[in-house]
């Protein structure tokens, strides 16, 4: 009851205290009680127990127990007293939620003076030496409603400005501030030596510049500054902070800007150049010069990373229909470039030519008025590049409509919509919604995330939801990395391409590509949160190319005779087929086409191995072989996949052949003959493939804290653990090794764990207090423990371990070295 509430909270032990006013609102207690509590324990001696007080004002007043104004700003001027705390916990608790409630429950006619003299309180303290309350302040002034234009300038002016010199605002009586206080308050976060402190900044002015065309003025001059920030996503928040301004209208490009622009657009990250062309899809170029400026712009950036084609003929599109007449009059003046050569031929190798003609087709769909007509000639030299163009242009029209769009402005000077019957809604930039960069609208420093439109299949949309995943957060989870996707598929196409040079005996020349494209890859993950099973996926792939063409060219060789003996070759067969497991086993999310794919290579490893007889064991090899094509087979059925011809033709020689005898499973010569009939085929990645991995950590271990033993006496490991994607249908097993030969197997059972920590992304995390049974007559050891995934291909992989796994294990995590010393009480 509350009498014993109270009691209890006013007892000694501070624990309590604080545990009672954290879960006060799941007692069932009057709110007069909890309100006069909270408000005596924000006076308390001890922080945490004032922090916990703010937090509980602050549920009871949003719950809406209180609605009375006086409750309100009495709960408003505890927290401007705690703004002065020592503690930064408590002065961050303080700034959050209290200024927004008492703008709420203002009057109508004192709601824009209450706005302004929370927004100036709040300004205040951006410059507190403490980072989370930086943080929190920023948050908050973006929270903030409708705010007087000249206290919005102040805040980007380290000046006092004139109209704000004697100007004073009382948000609560006997409680004055003035505006000046508020002076440069953008410009000091923008300046912060914290990315987080520059990037919450950002955010703050991106909601607040709708409410002044001036101000979103103003604030572009410091986000163009902004562009040049260290932090890639410091400049991909201002990025959205200025195409935020571009979707209210309030963008105003001028030739001082469209240079920082350009610069973006050959910027490393491409999702900072993906960013800067949404961002001039909207944009509203006032002179043919800078118009020619942008257009030069979008050209250098399709040179530099052509695999930015399809997004770049996008901003094209849009730009020249948003500017009807300077494209007619670009067009103009490139005409000579897009006309045919002398032999009568078009220029299909010009990338730059299909720009152009990519931003010609545009004008007919212009809005503006006396827009002169484009030469239907143009139209019919687009058809020649139809494929790539409806490639760029698909959030508009599909391939067929684009066609039929083409031809009939090839035979028509002049066309409208209307004539046409497009429907205008699918002229709208699907872009032109704001993008949040942050996992949480009211979390502008988490880690930003950015969204492409784009097609998924219902096998991936069914995978994600088999994690346990809504629908909503399963379908923004496959369109989430669409730039990813082209990405790295281009990356596939240049590895088909270096097999090619392993075909021929050029494996030197093909590692150096597989190299440069394993470093290319490995930067890119920097620039790409939450894209990390893709960025795993396409490693792993890299690896196994190279590890199957380092094998290819000791077996099969061109150029020369091979110098290596049978060890060597076991050895690079051994992590091939390591390879091989971890990409078959760790990533879930994986179509039937790209399973195929990946069973194409196994099926290649099994074929090298049966081709050379000295270092393969017939039997256990023929089986992986036939349980090989059984799956795929079974995967051929299911999802009703073409096969590769490679895949037809073992079919039908296993077949000749007579597997089921012993004579014909072992035949060197026929396993060559049907690797002649291989080709690597471009591995295409359709989906966003989930990366199973794990971390195990032992806490507070090391060589001079080491964990108690008896000898003789199963030891006891605490393990902390982490798993990332792994199905708790999962079979796995915690490997602890003292040596090879003394080495044991737990099974860890996922239905068993209590108390696991679990997030969205099917992360969960708990402690598992593993059992060491043979713990030596020693003063200490050390062990080596990692965790397994037990793979179950057809029982194939069978190993003899008593008491442990009976397939082949995946190793989800470096090994961890644990130390063990002799206790005392022995």
């Known amino acids: 009851d509350a009498a014993r509430f109270v009691s209890l909270c006013l007892g000694p032990s501070v624990s309590v205290r604080q545990c009672l006013l954290r879960n006060a609102e799941k007692l069932v207690l009057r709110e007069s009680v909890l309100l006069a509590v909270f408000l005596g324990f924000t006076r308390d001696p001890y922080p945490y127990v004032r922090k916990e007080a703010l937090d509980g004002l602050v549920k009871l007043c949003k719950n809406g127990d209180f609605d009375d104004r006086d409750v309100i700003e009495g709960c408003y001027c505890r927290a401007v007293e705690l703004l002065r705390d020592a503690e930064n916990y408590v002065r961050s608790a303080a700034v959050c939620e209290w200024g927004r409630l008492l703008v709420i429950c203002s009057e109508d006619m004192n709601k824009q003076d209450s706005s302004d003299a929370v927004f100036i309180q709040l300004g205040c303290m951006v410059r507190d030496m403490s980072v989370d309350v930086r943080l929190e302040a920023f948050e908050a002034l973006g929270k903030i409603g409708l705010v007087s234009e000249d206290i919005l300038l102040q805040t980007l002016s380290k000046k006092v400005l004139g109209i704000n010199k004697d100007k004073a605002f009382k948000p609560v009586e006997g409680l004055d501030i003035s505006a000046s206080a508020v002076a440069g308050a953008y410009i000091h976060g923008l300046e912060d030596e914290f990315s987080e402190v520059r990037m919450s900044a950002c955010y703050s002015l991106r909601t607040l510049t709708v409410f002044s065309l001036r101000f979103a003025c103003e604030a572009l001059n410091l986000m163009m500054d902004m562009l040049n920030d260290d932090s890639t996503v410091v400049r991909l928040q201002a990025l959205d902070t200025i195409h935020h301004m571009a979707t209210s209208n309030h963008l105003k490009v001028e030739k001082i800007h469209i240079h920082r622009f350009l610069s973006a657009l050959v910027d490393s990250s491409s999702v900072i150049r993906s960013m800067t062309r949404k961002i001039l899809k909207l944009a509203k170029l006032p002179q043919f010069k800078l118009f020619k400026l942008c257009i030069d712009g979008l050209l250098g950036n399709l040179e530099i990373y052509p695999q930015d084609e399809a997004d770049v003929f996008s901003a094209l599109f849009h730009i020249g229909r948003n500017h009807g007449k300077f494209t007619v009059h670009i067009i103009e003046e490139v005409s000579p470039e897009m006309e045919p050569a002398s032999g009568g031929k078009l220029s299909f190798d010009s990338t730059r030519v299909a ?136 990356i596939f196409k240049k590895v088909k391409d270096f097999w090619s040079l392993v075909e021929l005996g050029c494996t030197t020349e093909a590692f150096k590509g597989i190299r440069a494209c394993k470093e290319e890859v490995a930067s890119f993950t920097a620039d790409s949160p939450g894209s990390s099973g893709a960025v795993a996926f396409t490693l792993q792939y890299l690896q196994v190319i190279g590890m199957l063409a380092k094998v290819w060219g000791h077996l099969r060789p ?152 008896i000898p003789g006496i199963p030891a006891s490991i605490p393990l902390a653990i982490t798993l990332h994607n792994v199905l708790t249908e999962s079979r796995l097993w915690v490997r602890i090794s003292m040596s090879e030969e003394s080495t044991q197997f737990v099974f860890l059972d996922l239905n068993l764990i209590r108390n696991e920590k679990r997030s969205i992304n099917v992360v969960r995390e708990f402690t598992f207090v593993a059992p060491f049974y043979r713990t030596p007559k020693a003063i200490s050891f050390t062990v080596r423990a990692s965790l397994g995934l037990e793979c179950f291909r057809e029982n194939i992989d069978r190993v003899k371990v008593f008491g442990g796994p009976k397939c082949e294990l995946t190793y989800l995590c470096p090994e961890k070295e644990i130390f063990l010393c002799k206790s005392t009480e022995c």
Not at 396 to 417: D, G, P
Not at 452 to 475: I, W
Not at 623 to 636: I, W
Not at 640 to 651: H, Q, Y
């Open 558 to 709: 061109t150029k020369m005779l091979n110098p290596y003996g049978v060890g060597k070759l076991e050895l690079l067969f051994a992590k091939l087929d390591r390879r091989l497991r971890e990409i078959s086993n760790r990533f879930i999310g994986l179509s039937k086409g790209e399973e195929l794919q990946i069973l194409d290579l196994v099926l290649v490893a099994c074929l090298l191995r049966l081709s050379k007889m000295e270092i393969c064991c017939c039997n256990a090899a023929m089986k992986l072989l036939l349980s090989t094509v059984a799956h795929v087979e079974y995967l051929h059925k299911e999802g009703s996949i073409e096969l590769s011809n490679f895949v037809t033709e073992v079919k039908k020689s296993l077949h000749d052949a007579d597997s089921s005898s012993s004579s014909s499973t072992c035949k060197p010569l026929l396993f060559k003959k049907l690797l002649d009939s291989f080709s690597l085929q471009q591995f295409v990645l359709y989906g966003t493939p989930r990366y199973i991995h794990a971390e195990l950590a032992v806490p507070s271990n090391n060589s001079e804290n080491p964990l108690p033993f």
């Open 355 to 490: 720009a152009f003609l990519v931003l010609a087709i545009s004008a007919p769909l212009s809005h503006e008025k006396d827009v002169s007509a484009i030469p239907p000639r143009i139209f019919s030299y687009a058809v020649t590049w139809l494929g790539r163009i409806s490639y760029g242009l698909s959030d508009l029209m599909n391939q067929e409509k684009l066609l039929a769009y083409l031809s009939e402005c090839s035979r028509s000077s002049t066309i409208s919509l209307a004539d046409f019957k497009i429907n205008e809604a699918l002229l709208t930039v699907e872009s032109d919604a704001p993008i949040p960069l942050c996992s949480k609208v009211d979390s502008p420093v988490s880690m930003p995330f950015w969204k492409d439109s784009g097609g998924t299949s219902d096998y991936h949309h069914q995978e994600f939801l088999s994690l346990g995943k809504s629908a909503a957060h399963a379908e923004y989870e496959l369109g989430e990395h669409s730039e990813l996707r082209k990405y790295v598929n281009l």
